[in-house]
C-alpha cells in the first residue's frame, strides 16, 4: 500500500511541470489529456508525464472532443519527411489553381486541342521567318568568303573590315539557328504540356457534367455542412466537419474489424467539399495501430442536401450520409 502511494505521488510530481504550463484552465473545465505511452497504449489522464510531452498528445473534454493537439517533437529526419509533405500540398494547390484555369479557358478537349495546333502553327510562322533569316545571311556570308577568297589568291591579306564582317555574320546565323533550335523545342513542349492538359481536362469535364447535371443546392453553406454525419449502407464511413476547418473521416468495411482514421482540413468550394488529408490512423483487425503523414485531396461532389441528409459522389461511389 505505501508503496502504491509513493508511487502515485512521485507520478504526481512528475506531471507538475506540464500542468503547470497549462495552469487553471484545464481543471476548471476538467479536460484530460490523451497521449500513447511507451508500450504503445492509449491512455486518457487528468495528468501528462513529462516524457509523453515529445511524444505529442492532445487535449481533449469530457465528451471525448479534441480541443487541441500537440504534435511529437520532430527529429531531422522527421523535419525533412514535413517538408516532403509541404511541397506535396503546395503541389496540390497549383494543380487546383491550373485545373481551375482549364475548365475557364476551354469548354471541350476539342476546343483545346485546336488552341495547342493553333499556338504550334504560330511558332512553325517564326520558324519559316527565321529559316528565310538564315538563308539571306547565308549568302551573305558566301560573297564575303569568296571576296576574301580572292583576296588571298592574289597574295594579300584580308583587311580587318572584312575579316570582322565575315565573324560577324558567322555569329549572325549561329545566333539565328540557337533561335531556330529553341522554338523546335518549344513545340515539343506545346505538344507535351497540351497532351497533358488535355488529359486532366477530359477527366474534370466528366466530373463537371455529373455536378452540372444535378439540381443548384442555393442554401449549400459550410454552416449546413458543419457537423457530424454518417453512411452505413456497404461500409460504415463517418465524417466529422469543424466549424475551423479540421475535418475527420472514419471508415471501416462492415463485417471486418479493420478501421482507418483520415486527419486534414475541409473546404467548400462550388457544390464540392475539399478534403486536404495530412495524416492517417490504421486500426488492424488484431488491434495493432500505424500512424503516418501523408499529402491526399479528396473531393466529395454534394448533389443533395439538407439539414438531416447529404448525397454525395465521393470516392467514385454514389452515397448518402445523415445525421447520427
Do not use: C
Request: no cysteine; hydrophobic share 35%; net charge positive.
Amino acid at each position: 500500500m505505501k508503496l502504491a502511494i509513493i508511487f502515485t505521488l512521485f507520478s504526481l510530481a512528475l506531471s507538475v511541470p506540464v500542468q503547470a504550463q497549462k495552469a487553471s484552465g484545464a481543471k476548471k473545465t476538467q479536460n484530460l489529456y490523451r497521449y500513447t505511452n511507451s508500450e504503445g497504449v492509449t491512455v486518457i489522464a487528468t495528468n501528462l508525464p513529462p516524457g509523453s510531452v515529445d511524444s505529442g498528445y492532445e487535449i481533449i473534454d469530457r465528451h471525448g472532443r479534441i480541443l487541441e493537439v500537440f504534435s511529437p517533437k520532430l527529429s531531422d529526419e522527421g523535419k525533412a519527411s514535413l517538408r516532403k509533405e509541404e511541397a506535396k500540398l503546395k503541389q496540390i494547390e497549383a494543380r487546383r489553381t491550373r485545373d481551375f484555369e482549364l475548365l475557364q479557358q476551354y469548354s471541350s478537349t476539342d476546343e483545346a486541342r485546336n488552341e495547342m495546333e493553333r499556338r504550334i502553327d504560330e511558332i512553325k510562322v517564326q520558324i519559316e521567318l527565321l529559316d528565310g533569316a538564315a538563308l539571306r545571311a547565308q549568302k551573305s556570308l558566301d560573297k564575303k568568303n569568296e571576296h576574301a577568297d580572292r583576296i588571298k589568291a592574289a597574295g594579300r591579306e584580308v583587311n580587318d573590315q572584312l575579316a570582322g564582317e565575315i565573324s560577324a555574320s558567322e555569329q549572325g546565323i549561329a545566333k539565328i539557328l540557337r533561335e531556330k533550335n529553341k522554338l523546335d523545342k518549344d513545340i515539343e513542349h506545346t505538344r507535351y504540356s497540351v497532351e497533358k492538359d488535355i488529359k486532366r481536362l477530359a477527366v474534370l469535364l466528366k466530373h463537371k457534367k455529373i455536378t452540372t447535371d444535378t439540381k443548384h443546392i442555393s442554401d449549400l453553406s459550410d454552416t449546413l455542412l458543419q457537423g457530424e454525419w454518417r453512411n452505413r449502407d456497404n461500409f460504415w464511413l463517418d465524417w466529422d466537419l469543424e466549424e475551423n476547418g479540421r475535418a475527420l473521416i472514419r471508415s471501416q468495411v462492415l463485417g471486418t474489424s479493420e478501421r482507418t482514421e483520415s486527419f486534414g482540413t475541409w473546404k467548400l468550394k462550388g457544390s464540392q467539399i475539399v478534403f486536404l488529408i495530412n495524416q492517417r490512423k490504421v486500426t488492424t483487425s488484431r488491434g495493432s495501430t500505424d500512424e503516418y503523414r501523408v499529402s491526399e485531396e479528396k473531393l466529395a461532389t454534394v448533389l443533395e442536401a439538407d439539414k438531416r441528409k447529404l448525397q454525395v459522389v465521393f470516392n467514385g461511389n454514389l452515397m448518402t450520409l445523415t445525421r447520427p
